[in-house]
Structures are given as C-alpha cells and as structure tokens.
C-alpha cells in the first residue's frame, strides 16, 4: 500500500468550500491542512515579487530558485518569507491560471505537493483541483465538493467583505463563471 492511500483529498470548483471542509476534517482526523493552490499562487507571488517576465524559459529558471513549505495547518512560506497575505491578490489571482497552463510548471509543483505529503507520512487533507485524479491517485479517500455559481460567489464576496476588502458580487460572479 502506498503512503499516498492515506491522504483524504477534497476537489471541487473555486469557492466550493473546500478549504473551510478541509480544515475542519484535518483537525478531527489529526492530519496536516494543504492547500495544493497554495503552491501555484505562491509560485504566482514569489514570481511577481522578483519581477519574472512571463515567459517560459524564465518561469523555468525561477523555478529553480522556489523553494515553499507548508506548516502542518497549511500556512506557506517561499524561502523563508510567509506568503499567506499575499495568496489571494489581483495580481496573483490573474496570474496563476496562467502559470499553472505550463507542463513543466504543473510537474515540479506535483512533485512538491507529493514530498509535503510524504513528509507528513501521508497523514494529510489535501484540497484543490483535480488533487484525487492528478496529484495523488493512490488516494482511498476522495471527495468532490460542488455549490451553485451564485452560492459559491456570495461565499467569495462575504470572506473578501469580513477581510475589511472591496468587493463586487457582480464581478466575484462574473470571475467564477470565467474560471468554470
């Protein structure tokens, strides 16, 4: 039986509770909270903050250079620095999806998701997408989280409301329907 077997995996749409269910389920079951979308906005983050121009051979070369890590409760640092403020930006929200388009990109950040759960002896909630298909198959565990548009919009548009942000209903909709 692998390690992998053991890590509880939560996919589903953006804003589908995934996170607030994961959390939860890992503070019962005494396992360790990961966000796999940590992992590409940080990357997303530490690329903008370096200035990288978007381009593959440069992405590839920064890439080189990334070095995250992921608590136990899921807060992310990239070499040393705590990136959590920063994951949900305008900035880091535009670029990821297109980050997250390379191959080369999705391998090393597969790889990277697979060592902290190896490092965690799979003891682990991961939640993203497509984490029980593409990153950890061997899962026994897989869930799938689904919410209406609208639901998972007015979810989006009550957390950025309670972190003190502007917030648009409309546009977080808009937004959702897009990523869809």
């Known amino acids: 039986m692998s390690i992998f077997s053991k890590v509880v995996t939560l996919d589903g749409e ?34 903008l903050d370096r200035q990288v121009e978007i381009k593959p051979r440069d992405v590839f070369l920064a890439l080189q250079g990334f070095q995250p890590s992921v608590s136990s409760e899921g807060a992310v640092t990239v070499n040393g620095t705590a990136v959590n403020g920063y994951l949900q930006s305008n900035a ?44 950890f198959p061997e899962s026994t565990m ?6 209406t548009s609208e639901v998972r919009a007015m979810r989006r548009y009550l ?19 897009g990523r869809d």
């Open 159 to 177: 957390q950025k409301i309670e972190n003190g942000e502007l917030a648009s209903y409309e546009e977080i909709l808009a937004d959702i329907r």
């Open 14 to 47: 953006a804003a589908s509770g995934k996170s607030s269910v994961g959390t939860r389920l890992s503070q019962q079951l005494g396992y360790s909270f990961f966000d796999s979308g940590s992992i590409y906005r940080s990357l997303s983050w530490y690329l």
């Open 92 to 135: 880091v929200n535009q670029l990821t999806p297109i980050i997250a388009s390379g191959f080369f990109v999705r391998k090393r950040i597969r790889e990277i998701q697979r060592q902290f759960c190896v490092d965690w002896e799979g003891k682990a909630v991961v939640t993203g997408r497509d984490v029980g298909r593409d990153v």
């Open 142 to 147: 897989k869930f799938y989280l689904h919410a």
